[in-house]
C-alpha cells in the first residue's frame, strides 16, 4: 500500500469517526453544561475555595483566581525541577 494511499485512507477513517461521534458527544455535552445541579463533590469544593456557583465572577475575582492558579504552577513545576533526580521513572541524570 502507498503512503498516499494509507494516508487517504486513515483520514476518511478519522472522518467517519467523527461523523458518528459528534452527536452523542454533542448531547452529552450540552446535557453537562447545561445542568444546574451540582454533584456533592463540586459543592465540597465550592464550600472549600468559597465559591458561589450561582453568581457569576466579577474581573477582580477571575484575576486573582488566574494568579493564584499561576503562582502554584510555577511553584509546583519548580518543585518538579529541584526534586526531578529523586522522582520515579528518573533515569539518574541530574
Known amino acids: 500500500m502507498s ?5 487517504v485512507l486513515q483520514f476518511l ?3 467517519v ?12 455535552m450540552a446535557r453537562v453544561y447545561s445542568c444546574d445541579k451540582h454533584l456533592r ?3 465540597w469544593v465550592y464550600k ?3 465559591a458561589n456557583p450561582s453568581t457569576e465572577m466579577r474581573w477582580p475575582a477571575y484575576l486573582r ?9 510555577v511553584l509546583f513545576l519548580y518543585l518538579m525541577q529541584r526534586l526531578q533526580g529523586s522522582l520515579p521513572g528518573s533515569l539518574g541524570f541530574v
Open 65 to 73: 483566581g488566574v494568579l493564584a492558579f499561576s503562582a502554584v504552577s
Open 48 to 50: 472549600a475555595i468559597g
Open 3 to 7: 503512503p498516499v494511499l494509507a494516508g
Open 13 to 15: 477513517a478519522l472522518f
Open 17 to 28: 469517526a467523527l461523523g458518528l461521534a459528534y452527536r452523542p458527544l454533542g448531547d452529552y
Open 41 to 43: 463533590v463540586e459543592k
